[in-house]
């Protein structure tokens, strides 16, 4: 791979019966293998809906069947594969949790999603997140022979503390499984993917279902790969559709050669209890 290596993530429909989507997830990353990806992701909650009923229903352990069709997946490609995210159920808890499989077909990393999307949005959008998930409790990363790789989910995005963690441990690239909605998507979803990326001057991918106006809950699509500087390098619109770019170091390393914003980093100063009114 050198200094670089080919992302795709892939956009695709959802619908009603998880097997379907298992199947039709595992032969979308195949298409996308063999158009020459090395890491494929998929979206957030690619089992199921985004319905609070239908979320609980499809709930598994970690080791259950996606997983298992995912290991299958990434061994027969040779690829990194970034599963979207399951439901995820340990005990009486269920989480929204993002896996990582390495090209052996291992499960590298699980992350749990940190931040409840928890909001009420006119006109008459209220999603009450936190009543289906409990919350993670950590950051989670994992390293390919070219990068190391941030894990994100969704309303996780919002949150630059994340980002800026990411950065300060070594991460070129955060991924991000992401739902956002008509209401949260045409508003911020570009706005808040390019900025992360510019302010940690590394690349951000976020991968979305495609949208289906007859789900109880709409999302907005738009998958899309940003660079280091803040550029798109490749969007989907609101349809299925699998989307790639290069995932170039050397393009990071100029674009922070150029403007060191880590060496100018003011940390002697970054402190909330310097905060003086008389300043």
């Not at 699980?110 to 008459?124: E, G, M, T, W």
Request: proline content about 5%; charged content about 25%.
């Amino acid at each position: 791979m050198g200094s670089k290596f080919r992302l795709a993530l892939v956009q695709m429909s959802v619908v009603l019966s998880k097997s379907e989507n298992i199947s039709h997830a595992t032969r979308l990353v195949g298409e996308a293998a063999a158009k020459g990806a090395n890491m494929v992701a998929l979206p957030e909650l690619f089992v199921t809906p985004c319905s609070p009923g239908l979320m609980k229903k499809a709930a598994e352990p970690l080791m259950g069947e996606t997983i298992q069709a995912l290991r299958e997946a990434a061994r027969k490609s040779r690829i990194y594969l970034i599963g979207g995210t399951i439901v995820e159920q340990e005990g009486e808890k269920r989480y929204n949790t993002c896996n990582v499989i390495d090209p052996e077909g291992e499960l590298i990393a699980s992350y749990r999603k940190l931040h409840a999307f928890d909001v009420d949005l006119p006109p008459n959008l209220r999603i009450v997140e936190s009543e289906t998930f409990a919350r993670g409790y950590r950051l989670t990363t994992f390293d390919t022979p070219i990068c190391r790789v941030g894990l994100s989910i969704c309303y996780d995005i919002r949150f630059p503390e994340m980002t800026l963690l990411y950065g300060q441990k070594g991460c070129k690239l955060v991924f991000m499984a992401g739902a956002f909605n008509n209401v949260t998507g045409p508003a911020h979803w570009e706005a808040i993917l390019r900025t992360r990326a510019v302010d940690q001057q590394m690349y951000i991918a976020a991968a979305s279902p495609a949208r289906d106006l007859k789900s109880p809950y709409v999302t907005w699509g738009h998958s899309m790969i940003v660079n280091p500087w803040g550029e798109i390098l490749a969007q989907a619109e609101f349809d299925e559709e699998i989307i790639m770019a290069d995932i170039d170091m050397k393009v990071l390393e100029t674009v922070r050669r150029q403007m060191p914003l880590y060496a100018h980093k003011r940390n002697d100063v970054y402190r909330t209890d310097d905060i003086s009114p008389k300043q």
